[in-house]
Structure formats: C-alpha cells, structure tokens
C-alpha cells in the first residue's frame, strides 16, 4: 500500500538517491576493475545495463511504494501519449542528425578533418559477414533503433528523468531553472562512465559533456512541455540520438563544438517559447504531480 501523504519525505530527494544508488553501485565496481584497482572478474555488459537502467528502476520503485498503483499507472500513461503534431515527431527522430552534422560542419569550417562517413561506428560494435550488408547498411537502422529504444538508455533512463522528476521539479521552479538543475544531475549521474577504460566518455572533458546534456534538457523539457508531458517522444529523442551516435561518424572536434551548437538552439527555444515554460502559449501542458507528491 502508499504510504500516506503526510508522511511522504521528498519523492524527488529519495528518487535521485536510488537513481544514484543503482547506476553507481554498478558502475563503480566497473570502473575500479577497469582500472586495476580492484582484481574482480565483473560480467561488465550486463551490469552497465542495469546501471543504465538505474533512473526508470528508481521512478518505478518510489512510485509504487509512494504512491501505488494509481501513481504507476499516471507515469505509464505518459509512456503511451502519442497524439502530438508530426513536427514533434520529426523533431524527436530528426534532432541528433542535425546536431551531429552540424558540428562535423563547424568541424570542417575551422579546418578539421572530416570523418569516413562510410565506416560508421555501427560497423564496429556490431561487427556481421559483409553479405549481411548486401542490402546496405541503413537496412539494420530500424533494429538498431528499436534495440537502443527498448534495451537502451532510452528506456533505461527517461521514465526517471523526464517522466518522474521532471514534472515534480516543475511544480516549484520555472520550466528553464528545472532543466538546469535536471541536466547538471543527469550529467553527474555519468561520472563513473568516465573512468572506465574503453567507455566513449572516457577520453571525453567532462567539463565540455555536462555543458552539453544541460543543453540537451533544455531541449528535452521544450518538447516534453510542448507534448502534454509525453515520455514517448523523449523516448524516441534519445533513442536517436543514441542510434545517430552509431550510424554517422563523428569527427575528432573537441566535444565543446557539439555543446556550442546544442546551446545556440536551446538559446533560440527560451528566447521564443520563455523561461517560464519553454512552451507556446495556449498549447497543451504536462500534467502535474498529485498534490503534495513533489516534496
């Protein structure tokens, strides 16, 4: 059974803990082997999924002992809000492309070397005979997808982020200060990932990273707002940006120039849509918490 309104402690303070407290918990272990710190012979893949599943496993398990059925029932409603305008859509699925290639054009403007677009990473980290790509290499885009939506850090992460905190940290702040506050612990919530030899952000300041994924909540929390608070379409926003990662090559820039190019656009969506929301006026909202659900 929930446990009783008035004896409710933060759900927001208890939900980061647990985030934390699973992700890390994997991770760390990881990251301490892979540096020679500690001799454990870990079954790293499957742990760093369950690291990566560590924000939807904590929304799951503060919702059904706060808030019970019905509270699980209101995080999964967002999951299935799929009655948005198309050019949300193509926004979601469309967005880490446009990202990406712009900074290989910054890249290439200022002199950079552009990347063999015909040896993406996909080739790499899920290596196939070369007649499984007779058809071409885009025929496994739609598997690939799927995979990263529903096995992924997609899954994995935003029925936490956008589907349980996010709404609660919106009932007490405005909409911009919201995704600050959301971006900087989403970034923090990587830091072991950077010292695990091998991971991509291994090599990566994480000084340039947490500047970028604050920009990217931003962006996150426009479309979240401007949907009526639908997961789904952060769902399929982090999905592509995790399928983009493998399907176009990125360049050697420094990862500031991806930030850059992040913070330009999220600087046009406050300027237009404002702080206070990040969303056109008159245009659907997301839902609030239950009363007294987000302290």
Do not use: C
Not at 17 to 24: D, N
Not at 93 to 108: D, F, N, R
Not at 143 to 149: A, E, P, R, T, V
């Amino acid at each position: 059974m929930a446990l009783q309104e008035r004896s409710r402690p933060s759900l927001l303070a208890i939900f980061f803990v647990v985030a934390f407290g699973i992700s890390w918990a994997a991770w760390i272990p990881i990251a301490a082997s892979s540096q020679g710190w500690i001799s454990w012979d870990i079954p790293s893949t499957l742990v760093r999924l369950i690291g990566a599943f560590g924000p939807t496993l904590a929304a799951v398990i503060v919702t059904t002992f706060f808030t019970g059925r019905s509270g699980l029932r209101a995080l999964f409603r967002r999951v299935v809000a799929w009655r948005v305008g198309v050019l949300w859509y193509a926004f979601a699925l469309l967005w880490p492309a446009a990202q990406s290639l712009g900074t290989t054009a910054v890249h290439v403007a200022l002199g950079g070397t552009a990347p063999d677009f015909a040896h993406p990473p996909v080739l790499d980290l899920y290596p196939a005979p070369p007649e499984a790509f007779a058809a071409g290499l885009w025929i496994l885009l739609p598997f690939i997808f799927l995979q990263q939506l529903l096995l992924g850090s997609a899954m994995g992460e935003e029925l936490g982020w956008r589907g349980f905190a996010l709404p609660r940290l919106q009932a007490g702040m405005y909409a911009l200060r919201a995704s600050l506050v959301l971006g900087a612990l989403w970034g923090v919530w990587h830091l072991p990932l950077f010292f695990i030899k091998g991971d991509p952000l291994a090599d990566t300041f994480f000084g340039w990273f947490l500047l970028g994924i604050v920009g990217d909540a931003i962006l996150y929390t426009w479309l979240f707002n401007n949907t009526g608070g639908s997961v789904l379409l952060v769902l399929l926003l982090h999905a592509s940006t995790a399928t983009t990662g493998l399907f176009l090559p990125v360049t050697d820039a420094s990862p500031l120039i991806g930030a850059v190019v992040t913070w330009i656009v999220a600087l046009t969506v406050i300027a237009r849509f404002g702080p206070r929301d990040l969303a056109r006026p008159g245009g659907p909202r997301p839902a609030a918490p239950a009363a007294g659900a987000h302290r």
